[in-house]
């Protein structure tokens, strides 16, 4: 069974055809990213004016690069939450109205709980792809962690899940793009503190762990207000001296050092959870899904504490894409989930697990 997956909740517009749920026969990706660079985080509706222009395009480029036309697809899977409501909107209606033009059963997804579904593609002929070896076994532990979300969900098999914590606050990804931005670093933040965290000392600055209720719910506000006055403390400024010029004042071994520290803390609070939830569960697969999942570090302390080792998907498929959608889609269907009406489905940009 081949599936068309549909993604535009952010700022990347994807496509990508999937067959059985674990063979990617490819993926298409146009990015908007460099259009938000300027103003350090994504602007709804530049993002939606691109997936405009691009979203055709890109489904055109996935079936030509699958070697497939539209008699060849046997579904159609999108995103139909959480994101920014503009840009759902337009991948949405693409897909409804292809599904209605192509006469294709049409499947309507949860962005966060399709990252998971990414670590289920094992083959592929395309170049340049690290996949894992095995499909995850059920029961199956994952950490979901992108600019957005951070989320611990425990699924007994497909479709029946627990989610066990999830932030309180800011998410681990916006976290870092918030401390980044401090530092004057680039857009996206992950990346960047990753990179200048090379060259830091982790235990220069001492910043604390958030402790709640739920032992595997999160918090990184607390820690991201900490670094703010960590930082103002190192330039000798009060909290009222505007944070947008931090930036300048700080040498760049200081803002090696404080992204060093921000990453250890922020990576420890991930991996308390993880850890505490396997000793507690043991389950037969560990997943870490979502963008944060591309960071090295992480994958090394993850290495040192945990029983088991994780299989990670291609750092292409950590970040939204649409193979994880398109193979969602696929169990979905095999699954005998509710096809959606492509006549009156909706977006629903607070979608929840």
């Given at each position: 069974m081949r599936v068309l997956g549909i993604e535009t909740s952010c700022d990347e517009s994807a496509a990508a055809v999937v067959e059985d749920g674990y063979k990617l026969l490819s993926s298409a990706i146009s990015s908007s990213m460099d259009l938000h660079a300027a103003y350090g985080g994504v602007v709804p509706e530049i993002a939606a004016r691109s997936h405009l222009e691009v979203v055709?395009?890109?489904?055109?480029e996935a079936l030509k690069i699958a070697k497939v036309g539209w008699q060849d697809i046997d579904a159609i899977s999108v995103t139909?939450?959480?994101?920014?409501?503009?840009?759902?909107?337009?991948g949405l209606t693409t897909a409804r109205?292809?599904?209605?033009?192509?006469?294709k059963p049409l499947y309507g997804v949860n962005h966060v709980t399709a990252h998971v579904y990414a670590n289920f593609l094992t083959k592929t002929s395309l170049p340049g792809y690290k996949l894992p070896k095995n499909q995850p076994k059920f029961p199956l532990l994952a950490l979901i962690i992108s600019g957005g979300h951070s989320q611990l969900v425990l699924f007994a098999h497909h479709f029946k899940y627990t989610v066990l914590g999830q932030t309180v606050d800011d998410a681990v990804g916006e976290a870092f793009d918030k401390v980044a931005k401090l530092l004057g670093l680039p857009y996206p933040g992950g990346p960047s503190i990753s990179?200048?965290?090379i060259?830091?000392?982790p235990e220069t600055i001492k910043l604390p762990k958030a402790r709640l209720d739920n032992r595997y719910d999160f918090s990184f506000s607390g820690l991201k207000t900490a670094v703010l006055r960590a930082t103002q403390e190192l330039c000798g400024k009060t909290y009222d001296f505007p944070s947008t010029?931090?930036?300048?004042?700080l040498t760049n071994q200081q803002k090696a050092d404080i992204a060093a520290s921000f990453q250890r803390v922020a990576i420890e609070t991930l991996i308390r959870g993880v850890k505490q939830a396997v000793e507690e569960y043991s389950p037969a697969s560990i997943v870490i899904a979502g963008g944060v999942?591309?960071?090295?570090?992480?994958r090394r302390q993850l290495v040192k504490v945990l029983p088991q080792q994780i299989e990670y998907t291609d750092i292409k498929l950590c970040t939204d894409n649409a193979a994880m959608v398109a193979s969602l889609g696929y169990f979905m269907a095999k699954k005998n989930r509710p096809q959606a009406d492509p006549y009156t489905l909706e977006i629903d940009p607070g979608l929840r697990m």
């Open positions: 055709l395009p890109v489904i055109d139909r939450g959480p994101g920014l409501g503009g840009s759902l909107l337009i109205t292809l599904a209605i033009v192509k006469n990179k200048a965290a060259n830091g000392n010029q931090l930036s300048s004042l999942a591309a960071n090295q570090e992480l």
